[in-house]
DNA sequence: GACGATACGAGCAAACTCGTGCAAAGCCAA
DNA sequence: TTGGCTTTGCACGAGTTTGCTCGTATCGTC
């Protein structure tokens, strides 16, 4: 069997049962407990689940890597080299924050990835996602500002007009910023008409701009402009992103850092 | 079996019923006491329950750093009759919203009981609480709007000039008001400069004020006011609040529900 | 305050689970 | 077919969990 395949069994038996035993799996799937625990290993690191002594659980709903957020989106499930694309830019993005700084952190699934980075450093988050909410809550030397807003489960973000008038209220250093594409022509779109409105806030409450885009993201979909990648102060991509759109970010002065 | 889930079992017999016996878990389970006393050591250790001699009971719900919000306030542990008394409470008020109302949860360790009494019910929660967003973050019945601010880690909520801000934006049918203390004068007090202010807010934005008090609170400790019990519109509490402060409520056309 | 009964946690041996290394099997392209 | 690559199952040393025993602490009762 295939593996992924075999994975996505897993990950169906543990929503229904909300937990599963290796040897359970193994002899469900007909294959070794090595393997179980190869996959589970690889499940536990994409964060579709939580790996436990003897089996797993699922993961809290919609901690990390949300099945909504990217399944939604792009119509499957998160893979390997997604999420690992994903963890690269984030790990490059947090590299740009220096203490003391503040960031505003979008909405997404890269965004809790960032957060996870930021742990024990003396930075101020700001936000509306309920993932680094989770990533962050513990965590004594980060001081987070949680926008207002309407829970919006799926996505496990607070949307709203009461997001926007808080980021009215706030000066910060720089926005990390996500998006579903980057068009050929520099534009940066999103797909969600609730979240566009507190993007362009998040931006207009920002002195710089850093925008999160894997290559998956080009050029992406997405009809709602929130800027160009002219605007931006730095693009945090991955090798695959096309240079012709790149270069539109260079030639406007900004950088692009390739995780 | 799994040890998380495990864990997970425990925890549900104990919220069904409040509290059990490690004799009585152990045959539940078919493990040795041994081995739930370590469970039930490691729950505790997160907050997730209190060790008892003998067995365990429900730590005061909104749990894992739970226990800084009232063991600051009022002592280290979870105290039985104090939980105890706090649902009874938490269920009368609840009682008393209709379907469809939109209600505002304080801040405290009272109000996410009252959040766990609303799941499933058709209601709009407004709230700085993050106690009250764990009970509720995963019941789609219930519309959440979570009040921006900044993470006041110990007490689990939000604070600031920006959920002030967003209750300007809410208008809510009843709040569900806490308070540290309630003087024999009638003065509904409070012991957090950062709360008052928000708390004044959410009477302001609510058409009717329900007032969440133990007997324990009467009279409680606190220097600012944040309103008269002749303000209120219902006062819950237990059998031991003394009647004559109770009265002042009644005379001004309040009721008094004993929980 | 003393006593018997019960509960507790530490220590220990046995059972179980883990991850890794390795060889065989399966797959794909040339 | 061959050759290179990935995946799988097994063996094994290391680490974790479990139930038992035993000395100590706590509870309820006298």
Do not use: W
Not at 169 to 193: F, I, K, Q, Y
């Amino acid at each position: 069997m295939i593996t992924r395949e075999r994975q996505n069994r897993i990950v169906r038996a543990l929503r229904s049962d909300g937990a599963a035993s290796v040897r359970q799996l193994a002899a469900d799937l007909a294959v070794s407990e090595s393997t179980i625990r190869r996959d589970l290993e690889v499940l536990d690191r994409n964060g579709e689940l939580t790996r436990t002594y003897g089996g797993a659980v699922v993961h809290r709903p919609g901690t990390t890597v949300e099945e909504h957020g990217l399944g939604v989106a792009e119509g499957r499930f998160a893979d390997d080299v997604d999420v690992d694309l994903k963890r690269r830019v984030a790990a490059a993005a947090a590299a740009r924050i220096a203490d003391g700084q503040v960031v505003v952190l979008d909405i997404g699934t890269t965004t809790p990835l960032v957060a996870r980075e930021l742990r024990g450093r003396d930075v101020t988050v700001v936000t509306t996602n309920l993932a680094v909410l989770h990533e962050l809550e513990n965590d004594e030397s980060v001081r987070l500002i949680l926008l207002g807003g309407v829970l919006r489960r799926n996505y496990r973000s607070l949307v709203g007009s009461m997001a926007v008038q808080g980021l009215a209220e706030v000066s910060a250093d720089v926005v990390m910023l996500s998006c579903t594409g980057v068009r050929p022509n520099g534009h940066v779109v999103d797909n969600m008409a609730v979240e566009a409105p507190i993007k362009r806030a998040m931006i207009a409450a920002s002195q710089q701009i850093v925008l999160l885009a894997t290559e998956r993201k080009f050029p992406g979909t997405g009809a709602l402009r929130l800027c160009s990648v002219a605007d931006v102060d730095a693009v945090v991509t991955t090798e695959g992103a096309p240079a012709a759109t790149l270069d539109i970010a260079r030639q406007a002065g900004g950088e692009v850092v390739v995780a």
